[in-house]
């Protein structure tokens, strides 16, 4: 499965077990435990739902081919190939959840890498 920014680009995408996150460049950089997504460093970082990756306050930073809800997606970009992954790090301990925001059909500001680096 792969996500795609509010522009469109093929960001990250979902490893064939269900769980973990990787870039393009095969960098590991983040991991879903229910519907939660939470950084390697244990930082939940936002939710999963119907295709979507919202942040904390519900708005959307990722869409899949098969979301539904949120904002108008934009024409999906080619996407690139893929690195082979590099190892992934230790998960330290994930904080606590935040509780739930309602969702929004805004984008994020943080579509991009840079939701990961939170």
Known sequence: ?????????AI???????????LFNGKPVA???????????????G????????DLRG???FFTENSSGGPARPARCARPA?????ARPAKYARHARH?????????S????ESFFNQ
Do not use: P, Q
Not at 1 to 9: A, E, S, V
Not at 12 to 22: F, S
Not at 31 to 45: K, R
Not at 82 to 86: S, T, W
């Open 1 to 9: 499965m792969t996500f795609y920014d509010l522009h469109g680009r």
């Open 12 to 22: 990250a995408y979902l490893y064939d077990d269900g769980e973990h996150i990787y």
């Open 31 to 45: 991991y879903l435990y229910d519907n939660a997504v939470y950084g390697f460093n244990g930082h939940h970082l």
């Open 47 to 54: 939710w999963f739902e119907n295709g979507w990756i919202r």
């Open 59 to 61: 708005n959307c930073v």
């Open 82 to 86: 893929k690195n082979a992954r590099y």
């Open 99 to 107: 509780a739930k925001a309602a969702k929004t059909v805004s984008w």
């Open 109 to 112: 500001r943080l579509s991009g």
